[in-house]
């Protein structure tokens, strides 16, 4: 098969595909789908015409992308917004697709993303986000392991930290980003649960029960965002925290810390504390310890940067903050909320400035822009 040919047509085919009405992000996806089947297919059956075959086999990839996504947002649809305590019911066919796009054939990163974008619904720039990448790295990613997996056997089904992650994953895009997958990423952990006895299955259940528990809290009345320290505490769902909780203590005493067990931690801490100002910050830098033993994650150590600057002042703060790389997302928005701690107004604005043009999402933006303006009406008073 000539591959030049293939490759050289590729950029007609997506062209006709958006023209069709696929949006740029579906019509790319399936116009990798449509080139990983001629790979397959053509070295045995070349096509009389490349391009109309490409053409043919990319949208009905598309409309069965298409169809799969209605049929998963009228699954969302059909779930309440805040799922039920207690345990659920047996494991349906959702989460074996998860444990079956785990397959060991790929990588851990692969398996997660690609099983984010082919049952989570995540969208190429949003996964990329969540692994801190650019979009055209992630998307290649995708596409290779989808040509990984094109010719295996699914009888292999992934390991259960490749599932967590991925859950993890469409648990915080559905909580703080633009597609609401928060209470489906709840109820399928509650599955897990109960189909696996492992401390940190109910770890991660722990984690998703203790930051849904504030959702409600978490935007004000015009949509805008709410920090932690504002927010209304008697909004707080205290039953779901009292079950995270109670999850988390029964995991911790099995003396197997991982990762999401020291996450709900956090959560806890911060969950249990009556008012802001009675935050363990002492022992949430303890945890945020452990938490940069286990993962060693540059996003753990800019949110223990925080930790210690509200535990031992901003100076100490933006200290820990000085060690990490100012690229990493949300940087300028933490060195900005230090620098007002430590009495620097004009620094903070110009830092909350910066973070809201690297803003993720719109609500984020808007509340650093806020920030930027409240701290330069106050400078001209």
Not at 30 to 45: G, M, N, S
Not at 121 to 128: C, F, K, N, S, V
Not at 185 to 206: K, N, S, W, Y
Not at 268 to 294: F, K, M, N, S
Request: hydrophobic share 45%.
């Amino acid at each position: 098969m000539d591959e030049a040919l293939v490759r050289s047509l590729t950029p007609g085919v997506l062209t006709i595909l958006v023209r069709r009405g696929a949006d740029f992000a579906a019509a790319e996806d399936a116009v990798q789908d449509a080139l990983i089947e001629a790979f397959r297919v053509w070295p045995a059956a070349p096509p009389r015409d490349p391009k109309g075959w490409l053409v043919t086999v990319a949208w009905r990839k598309f409309l069965d992308q298409a169809r799969a996504d209605s049929a998963r947002r009228r699954r969302e649809d059909l779930t309440e917004d805040e799922p039920p305590p207690g345990p659920a019911p047996g494991v349906d066919d959702t989460l074996q697709l998860y444990f079956l796009c785990a397959h060991p054939s790929l990588t851990p990163s692969s398996a997660v993303a690609l099983t984010l974008r082919a049952v989570g619904g995540l969208t190429t720039r949003q996964i990329a986000r969540a692994y801190l990448v650019p979009e055209a790295t992630m998307a290649q990613r995708i596409s290779r392991a989808k040509r990984t997996v094109s010719g295996v056997r699914f009888d292999r089904p992934g390991d259960v930290a490749t599932v967590l992650r991925v859950l993890y994953l469409v648990f915080n895009e559905g909580y703080s980003g633009d597609v609401d997958l928060a209470a489906e990423a709840i109820r399928l952990t509650r599955q897990l649960a109960v189909a696996i006895d492992h401390p940190e299955v109910a770890g991660l259940l722990a984690l998703m029960l203790l930051h849904h528990a504030r959702r409600a809290s978490r935007t004000g009345p015009d949509g805008g965002l709410v920090p932690l320290a504002e927010q209304d505490r008697g909004r707080w769902d205290t039953r779901m925290i009292e079950e995270g909780i109670g999850i988390l203590q029964a995991a911790l005493a099995r003396d197997r810390l991982g990762e999401f067990q020291a996450q709900a931690a956090v959560a806890a801490l911060h969950a249990d504390a009556p008012t802001a100002g009675e935050t363990d910050w002492v022992q949430i830098v303890e945890w945020y310890d452990e938490l940069a033993r286990l993962t060693d994650s540059p996003v753990v150590r800019l949110n223990r940067a925080v930790a210690i600057g509200e535990a031992d002042g901003p100076r100490a703060g933006l200290a820990a903050l000085a060690a990490l790389d100012e690229a990493l997302p949300r940087y300028a928005a933490v060195a900005a909320y230090l620098h007002e701690r430590d009495g620097d107004p004009e620094t903070a604005a110009r830092l909350y400035a910066e973070a809201a043009r690297k803003a993720p999402n719109l609500a984020e933006r808007d509340h650093l822009t806020r920030q930027a303006a409240r701290l330069n009406a106050a400078r001209r008073r």
